[in-house]
């Protein structure tokens, strides 16, 4: 029997969730995401030193502020990871922009503008953008310049449908932390079948399925192997190196979870959201309020985080 990683690539995009190149060359997924975190990470590694010396390299004797150079040594990893993956690579926008939609307009524009002094095409990137309502309303803009967006932080079905409404390419919600929140706050044990994160993807995916949506649901932020497994079939999938792994490893069957006959059966009603509605259905949900806070934070520190780094690497190169 084929292994499970090589069953879920039939039914479901795999997306490798990771900046290590080495990894994604192991797993050969379809698509590669990566986020401020991982880029962190990966930039402290001393196998992509190359990559944060040409960043420097390309500021040095120049007064170019740490965040463009931070966002150049982003697109330096995105480029690299196109020559690893058949699709589609995301970059994120700052998370400081969250609530800033022409701040979130021009850095995805330079992003693209990036990627195409390397000769990489609009085509092979997604802008990785948190959905706020001003995330949301930035990416329906940039999707009428056809810069594909991946909505992510998503941990409700209102967002969700308001990135669907605004013709997203892509939306992420957020399994793990999903799970992280309700094991935390009702100190409760789950199953796959029960896990928060798993029923809010299928409610998200069924939703994006009953109304016609073209936006690809991809699941997110894995905490075992068994909410990858419960959600076999979604649109995408974006997974960590060691589920990668242990897919691949593991012989058993992997049936198909969801599928869009049975969900678009199941769809929630359609929803109509202006800013006042998609704000308050936000602020009434405890979890996905505190949780996209939360995410913002996270990107947000370890972006600085990554031009404290570039700073250093400036100053030693001086």
């Known amino acids: ?88 690579v995301s970059t994120e926008v700052n998370a400081d922009l969250s609530f800033d939609v022409e701040g979130t307009l021009a850095q995805a524009r330079s992003i693209i503008e990036d990627y195409a002094e390397r000769g990489i095409s609009r085509e092979r990137v997604l802008i990785k953008i948190a959905a706020t309502w001003e995330g949301i309303n930035a990416a329906a803009l940039l999707e009428k310049e056809d810069i594909a967006c991946n909505l992510t932080l998503v941990f409700s079905l209102a967002q969700a449908a308001a990135c669907a409404e605004a013709g997203v390419t892509l939306l992420s919600p957020f399994v793990g932390r999903i799970l992280d929140w309700h094991v935390k706050n009702e100190g409760k044990t789950f199953t796959p079948d029960t896990d928060p994160g798993v029923l809010s993807v299928k409610e998200i995916y069924a939703y994006c399925k009953g109304v016609g949506a073209k936006t690809i649901v991809m699941g997110a932020s894995f905490r075992y192997q068994g909410e990858i497994e419960a959600l076999a079939g979604c649109d995408s999938l974006t997974i960590a190196p060691a589920f990668l792994d242990a897919l691949a490893k593991d012989k058993g069957p992997l049936p198909r979870r969801l599928d869009p006959a049975s969900a678009k059966a199941n769809a929630p009603a359609p929803m109509s959201l202006d800013e006042k509605t998609f704000r308050f259905l936000l602020n009434e949900d405890a979890m996905a309020t505190e949780k996209l806070a939360e995410g913002i934070r996270i990107f947000a520190r370890d972006m600085k985080a990554l031009r404290e780094l570039v700073s250093e690497r400036m100053r030693m190169a001086a």
Do not use: H
């Not at 090589?6 to 060359?25: N, P």
């Not at 390309?58 to 058949?86: H, M, Y």
């Open 1 to 88: 029997m084929p292994s499970k990683l090589d069953q879920l690539k039939k039914i479901t995009t795999v997306v490798a969730d990771s900046s290590d190149i080495a990894a994604i060359k192991a797993y050969a997924p379809k698509d590669c995401t990566t986020n401020p975190s991982l880029i962190l990470k990966a930039a402290s590694m001393e196998a992509y030193k190359e990559l944060v010396e040409e960043a420097i390299l390309w500021a040095a004797d120049r007064n170019i502020p740490t965040s463009r150079i931070a966002q150049r040594l982003c697109v330096n990893f995105g480029a690299e990871l196109t020559k690893l993956v058949p699709g589609r």
